[in-house]
């Protein structure tokens, strides 16, 4: 039986090599990038968050009888989001948009892919398809977030606190891949299917992707 972190660790090689190219990421770091690309970010960012936010409220309410960490992890996640909410405004505003242009922003359809995958997965995914698919998904994602942190102050002149948001995103909090870890290998050995998780995974980093094609 393949162990959870035999399945992480594949799905993550599986994934790294397409990862590993984000197109805007890198023009943001050229300092080439243009300012309409950051705001898009800031306002697909605006629903996206407020959608996973609810996604895993969703998920900690389906798995609260799904053993003692279930609940508080994905509950922690939700409440994570709730912070990623207040940290960006500050962005939006160093880059041109008041709260009022956040507000009648209207999202692109191919970038709001990973949040419909995501509220899918609240409300019909197995915990084994929805954990291995954050576990893959938010390296990849962290990785991008603190190279734009690195970047947007060089190049675009965005202070401490416009770069916030992606600060907080470039780090896992210490207990989140321990706790996931736990969660999906006690789904395996309920007998979840790992090859339904990979493929969980492999559509939830598609779906990273096309958001950071949208917004360029």
Known sequence: MTSARELYERTVAELA??????RLVERVEAGTAPVGALQRIAGEEDRIIRS????FALLAARFADSGPT???FF?????????ALDLLPPFAAAVGLSPADLAAYRPRAAAQTYPHHLAWLAQFGTIA????ALLA???FWGGYCGRLATALPRHYGLSAEATAFFRFFA?????FEPTALGLLQHALDEGESAEDARHAAHLMQAYEASFWTAVL
Not at 52 to 55: G, I, K, L, N, Q
Not at 75 to 83: K, M, R, T, V, Y
Not at 129 to 132: H, I
Request: no cysteine.
């Open 17 to 22: 090599p397409a990862a590993a190219h984000n």
């Open 129 to 132: 398809e929805t954990v291995l």
């Open 137 to 139: 998904n938010f390296g």
């Open 75 to 83: 509950l922690g996640l939700s409440q994570g989001e709730g912070q």
């Open 70 to 72: 279930a609940a508080p």
């Open 52 to 55: 996973d936010r609810r996604s």
């Open 171 to 175: 780090t896992l909090p210490p207990d």
